[in-house]
């Protein structure tokens, strides 16, 4: 875990692999919860019986956007800004799912600083995130991500 004081400091390892993230468990629970939030009831992520009769896997799976919102919790293992006074998410650029996420897997988050960019305050950082997915060769998703971080 890269582990830096400001803004201006992680700047300095844009164009490198920030690290890997630690293990997070995306269990039904989680997925029912995203499905409330979202008013998403379809049945391959909440229907657990019909999944194990007609799903491949026979499992329920996470929704792409379930796995997407859950970067900034991965990323919280992969690096760290200690002192700054907020952050916001400024977008997102090119996202794909490419495979799903069955219930009771666990998924990761490997991340690239490809660019920092001062701004008013602070820095505008756009990530490459890979969310891995434990024993799988293919990942759930790629995407880049933008997030603003100020002094």
């Known amino acids: 875990m890269i582990e830096v004081d400001t803004p201006a400091e992680l700047a300095a390892h844009a164009g490198q692999e920030l690290g890997v993230g630690d293990w997070l468990l995306v269990d039904q629970e989680r997925i029912n919860g995203f499905a409330d939030a979202t008013g998403d009831h379809q049945w391959?992520?909440?229907?657990?019986?019909?999944?194990?009769?007609?799903?491949?896997?026979?499992k329920t799976i996470a929704h792409g956007y379930l796995?997407?919102?859950?970067?900034?919790?991965?990323?919280?293992?992969?690096?760290?800004?200690?002192?700054?006074?907020?952050?916001?998410?400024?977008?997102?650029?090119?996202?794909?799912?490419?495979?799903?996420?069955?219930?009771?897997?666990?998924?990761?988050?490997?991340?690239?600083?490809?660019?920092a960019t001062p701004v008013d305050?602070?820095?505008?950082?756009?990530?490459?995130?890979?969310?891995?997915?434990?024993k799988q060769e293919r990942p759930a998703l790629i995407a880049q991500t933008i997030s603003i971080a100020y002094a």
């Open 67 to 115: 796995t997407l919102s859950l970067l900034p919790l991965l990323s919280q293992t992969v690096f760290k800004i200690r002192r700054r006074s907020r952050g916001i998410n400024y977008g997102t650029d090119k996202v794909r799912f490419i495979s799903p996420v069955p219930s009771g897997s666990r998924i990761r988050a490997r991340q690239t600083l490809l660019s």
């Open 44 to 58: 391959i992520h909440v229907d657990v019986e019909r999944a194990a009769r007609e799903a491949p896997g026979g």
């Open 121 to 134: 305050g602070g820095y505008r950082f756009v990530y490459e995130a890979t969310v891995e997915i434990e």
